[in-house]
């Protein structure tokens, strides 16, 4: 009797002590964080010799044990993995089972005003795709309200502002972010009841007063002369409607430049171009719903790129003749 309760006793230590060896064998070895990345073709067990080498396992066969018994040795995929310090043998085995890779965040900078062939070309820096593939999806996209001159559907409705992409969005993925920031920044605008003027307009206004003025002080004024001109039926006259159809950023003309026919030529059209000429940012929005009200109905941009305003074409001629000797 007392053999077969030594004996039992010896068994229940045996087992206390492969299940608290097992158990320490699949904790974490406090290893620092680390992207693991796992080879194409890689079996399960060659994944834990990695792991083992690499510090992040103290078994490559408890590895193999427990993939046979969980059935994770079936199931598994190659790529790169964000390893946690708190990570042990049972977490990685599932992470890499669930195919939880590390996806890289890649920054995406939007400047305000940007247009959407320059969006592409940030895009394309990234080297997630080409200028062109993007290019290519965004020609897909059509507005209902959408002027048929206009050279993408898009152009205004993409909201410029820093991102974070990762190695797996597609050109739609990207345009669909954009465009959701769009909403929900518009959302919170609050558009006054009096403003005499469709959200298009609007964003068609905005895009002009962002390419010819980011300075906090100024955008105001500036958005407050072309609706000013707009109320009297006066050409709207801006450079960034020409630099739009000729793809350059000029701060003066030539008259070869505003001799260009075309229907964003507003020296040569009255009213509003046919879309907007850029992706406005949220305070260029803002400063046409409340514009800084005066009697200006022109401004000339200096060479430090600050803009001086005048209430008469006499006063204008004098600034743009002192200011760029013409």
């Not at 797996?168 to 959302?187: A, C, G, H, P």
């Not at 905005?206 to 100024?218: G, L």
């Not at 200096?302 to 209430?311: A, Q």
């Amino acid at each position: 009797m007392n053999c077969r309760k030594t004996a039992l006793l010896t068994l229940l230590v045996v087992l206390t002590l492969l299940v608290t060896g097992s158990w320490w064998y699949t904790q974490p070895t406090g290893k620092p964080e680390e992207i693991f990345t796992i080879s194409k073709g890689s079996n399960y067990e060659e994944i834990g010799i990695q792991l083992e080498h690499s510090g992040w396992i103290r078994s490559s066969l408890v590895w193999q044990i427990w993939g046979v018994l969980s059935g994770q040795n079936r199931s598994y995929f190659a790529g790169s993995y964000a390893l946690q310090p708190h990570m042990g043998l049972l977490q990685i085995s599932s992470e890499i089972h669930k195919g939880n890779f590390f996806l890289e965040k890649i920054p995406l900078t939007i400047p305000e005003g940007s247009t959407i062939e320059q969006i592409a070309s940030y895009i394309a820096e990234t080297g997630l795709m080409t200028a062109e593939d993007f290019l290519q999806a965004i020609r897909s996209y059509e507005r209902s309200t959408a002027n048929p001159d206009v050279l993408y559907d898009l152009e205004g409705y993409l909201f410029p502002e820093t991102y974070y992409l990762n190695s797996t969005m597609t050109s739609v993925d990207i345009i669909e972010m954009l465009r959701e920031q769009f909403d929900d920044v518009m959302k919170d605008i609050q558009i006054p009841k009096d403003f005499a003027y469709s959200e298009e307009e609007l964003i068609i206004l905005a895009s002009i007063v962002e390419k010819e003025s980011q300075d906090p002080e100024e955008i105001g004024l500036v958005a407050g002369v072309f609706l000013n001109r707009l109320q009297i039926d006066m050409a709207l006259q801006s450079c960034a409607t020409v630099n739009y159809i000729l793809k350059q950023d000029k701060l003066i003309l030539s008259e070869e430049d505003i001799a260009v026919d075309s229907p964003y030529n507003t020296y040569m059209y009255m009213g509003l171009p046919p879309g907007p000429v850029g992706n406005p940012g949220k305070a260029a929005i803002e400063a046409v719903l409340y514009p800084v009200l005066s009697d200006y109905y022109f401004f000339v941009a200096g060479p430090d790129g600050t803009h001086h305003f005048s209430e008469t074409y006499e006063e204008h001629v004098w600034w743009t003749h002192t200011l760029w000797g013409e």
